[in-house]
């Protein structure tokens, strides 16, 4: 069983930034992939980021905006996001992708008003 705890989200204006963290803990299997993806109020969830061995992903509404990145002897992942709008206002999961399946966290909400 592996344990995945968002935290980071919070109240941002327009323009700002916010860096969420991922942290992964209960079990030494190897995480093959990290993503990020966010749900908003009446909207299906989306991918946001992720990361593997193949390197970053990003999907088109964050691009060259939000950045994924991973501390692998942590077992930990990040999303750097500038330039927030609020049309990225949602509740952001992060997923561990390991052979035994996926793992999810609760969630942490990122709000961005005017």
């Known amino acids: 069983q592996v344990q995945v705890v968002e935290s980071g989200g919070g109240l941002v204006q327009p323009g700002g930034s916010l860096r969420l963290s991922c942290a992964t803990s209960?079990?030494?299997?190897?995480?093959?992939?990290m993503g990020w993806y966010r749900q908003a109020p009446g909207k299906q969830r989306e991918v946001v980021a992720t990361?593997?061995?193949?390197?970053?992903n990003y999907g088109d509404s964050v691009k060259g905006r939000f950045t994924i990145s991973r501390d692998n002897t942590q077992n930990t992942g990040y999303l750097q996001m500038n330039s927030l709008q609020p049309e990225d206002t949602a509740v952001y999961y992060c997923?561990?992708?390991?052979?035994?399946?996926?793992?999810w966290g609760q969630g942490t909400q990122v709000t961005v008003f005017a």
């Open positions: 997923a561990a992708f390991t052979a035994w399946g996926t793992y």
């Open positions: 209960g079990s030494t299997v190897r995480i093959n992939a």
């Open positions: 990361m593997g061995d193949g390197g970053p």
